[in-house]
């Protein structure tokens, strides 16, 4: 009897023990993601150093140091880790939101779409809702996805029939089947204010089509030009642009693939990364004709 009654007390005094510290934890991380969005960094960073060390691998930390980051590519990796591993916790919407943005800035409008898709399906209090819908919505009109884009938005008229964004002037709210009336009463209502859209190391803002710099990737160069369109094809069905650039070499035509418009070599290189990662295709930087 007294040795079930000291398990007993241990129990209680376990749970006591491990309890109070993740209360305190949780606590922790909201302050700490609080300095971060004051821009307080030198003390967010003290405080992230010494959560870090007690409680490693915590997904409130991971998700506050990708907001610390500086290289976009490192805070990717720690979303993606978040979206991964951590999916049912209270970051994973946020690190979604992160990496959508991350996506479209990289011209990766299909991926972009993805992401967000997610927060918007599944994090419907997320506070960046507004966003998610503008940017997906965007993100299909720069990859040429109408009528998925339509498709989505008939979606979201439906989850979310009370609230108003501020749709792309490309679209025509007359083209969902049967909702006319309740788009229109939707999205003519004042606009809620969003905040901007973060870039992660280029102006989002800007239209795809505007040059951004001197850099381009070389995907390929083929004898025949079908086997350069099918290439071409697979990168855009991705979300990105290409060239197909006409060259005579040792008496022959040579059709070459060019990729993007980058404003340096290293993001150039960023996006060849992700060719690789995403089709298997090697590329190489190269100067913009």
């Known amino acids: 009897m007294g040795k079930k009654h000291l398990k007993f007390v241990y129990l209680i005094l376990t749970i006591c ?17 609080s300095l971060i969005q004051k821009g307080e960094q ?35 990796g720690l979303y993606k880790d978040i979206v991964r591993n951590h999916r049912d916790s209270q970051f994973a919407g946020g690190a979604l939101m992160h990496l959508g943005e991350y996506y479209y800035a990289q011209g990766l409008y299909v991926q972009s779409r993805q992401h967000l898709s997610r927060v918007i399906r599944f994090h419907p209090n997320h506070p960046d809702l507004v966003n998610a ?3 997906s919505l965007r993100a299909g009109i720069a990859a040429r ?3 998925s884009v339509y498709i989505d938005l008939a979606d979201i008229v439906d989850r979310y029939p009370d609230m108003a964004f501020d749709l792309p002037e490309e679209l025509d709210i007359t083209r969902i089947p049967g909702r006319k009336a309740r788009a229109t009463e939707s999205f003519d209502a004042d606009p809620i204010p969003s905040a901007p859209i973060r ?33 071409a094809d697979q990168i855009e069905s991705i979300g990105y642009s290409t060239v197909i650039k006409e060259r005579r070499s040792n008496g022959k035509t040579l059709y070459l693939i060019r990729v993007g418009d980058y404003p340096s070599k290293t993001a150039a290189l960023s996006v060849a990364d992700m060719l690789d990662a995403a089709l298997g295709i090697e590329s190489f930087p190269a100067l913009a004709d």
């Not at 023990?17 to 993601?33: A, E, F, T």
């Open 199 to 231: 870039t992660l190391g280029q102006d989002i803002g800007e239209p795809a089509t505007t040059p951004r710099g001197q850099y381009v990737l070389q995907a390929g160069a083929f004898g025949n030009y079908d086997n350069a369109r099918r290439l």
């Open 42 to 76: 030198d003390s967010a960073t003290v405080i992230l150093t010494d959560l870090s060390y007690e409680y490693p691998g915590h997904p409130g930390l991971r998700y506050a140091r990708a907001l610390m980051q500086d290289d976009a590519l490192v805070a990717a």
């Open 17 to 33: 023990i491990v309890g109070n510290p993740i209360s305190s934890l949780g606590q922790d991380v909201d302050g700490l993601l």
């Open 145 to 147: 996805l109408m009528d």
């Open 133 to 135: 819908v503008n940017l």
